[in-house]
């Protein structure tokens, strides 16, 4: 089955500053990768997603990329502001059997004022 | 437009006994899922249905059943809990064939097992 690796586990960055998380999958069928903010004691919501026929995607200060040949994909959020910090999920999975998300361990970015 | 709701939100089981979780959405959606997170993890596949009538088996099925007998509902069974199932468990839908294969989840069900 699919196994996606997500790192770093942590990550403080400063107001303003970039942050980037990154993450491998196993499964190069894989072809939907899904990006999730969770903050504490609330449900996941999509923040951006990518299919495999995409190799970058941009929502204002949030981009994606996606590496096929490297198995890899990035989240890239800019000028990070304190309401950026939460834990924040990668996932991959294939659309057209099920689409089942495979989640990575996430990553908690703090953003200091 | 409610999107997805679970029921309950907060449960204490103790070992052996029983319940269900019941998920609703309102969105037509086709797909339905039941993930778990345990405290510092990402979620986990449990089971999850891919039409009324229909189930299958996640990542982590053991323990658990579940069954879609309305479009609209998904409902998760704990036929003898244990405390390793222990978690939040949320419930997520999606529609098939659309532009969006985005995921939409519920607000989870915090359930402890003593």
């Known amino acids: 089955g699919e196994n996606v690796e997500q790192h770093p586990s942590t990550l403080s960055v400063q107001e303003g500053d970039s942050a980037v998380i990154k993450c491998t999958y196993s499964d190069s069928a894989s072809n939907y990768f899904p990006w999730y903010k969770q903050e504490l004691g609330k449900r996941p919501q999509l923040i951006i997603d990518i299919r495999s026929n995409v190799g970058e995607k941009k929502d204002q200060r949030i981009a994606v990329t996606l590496n096929k040949t490297a198995k890899h994909f990035s989240l890239h959020i800019t000028e990070t502001q304190p309401e950026d910090s939460a834990v924040y999920f990668c996932?991959?999975?294939?659309?057209?059997?099920?689409?089942?998300?495979?989640f990575g361990g996430g990553t908690r970015l703090m953003v200091k004022p | 437009n409610a999107g997805v709701t679970q029921t309950p939100k907060f449960r204490v089981l103790k070992t052996g006994q029983s319940m269900t979780l019941l998920c609703a959405q309102d969105?037509?959606?086709?797909?339905m899922y039941w993930y778990r997170q345990d405290p510092g993890m990402g979620l986990r596949l449990i089971h999850y249905s891919v039409g009324e009538g229909t189930t299958a088996k996640g990542e982590v099925p053991d323990g658990y059943n579940v069954s879609r007998l309305k479009k609209q509902n998904f409902l998760l069974g704990l036929e003898s809990a244990a405390p390793s199932q222990t978690s939040v468990y949320f419930c997520a839908s999606t529609n098939y064939g659309q532009r969006s294969y985005e995921q939409y989840f519920g607000p989870g069900t915090r359930l402890t097992v003593t």
């Open positions: 996932a991959a999975s294939l659309m057209d059997a099920g689409n089942m998300l495979t």
């Open positions: 969105m037509n959606h086709e797909y």
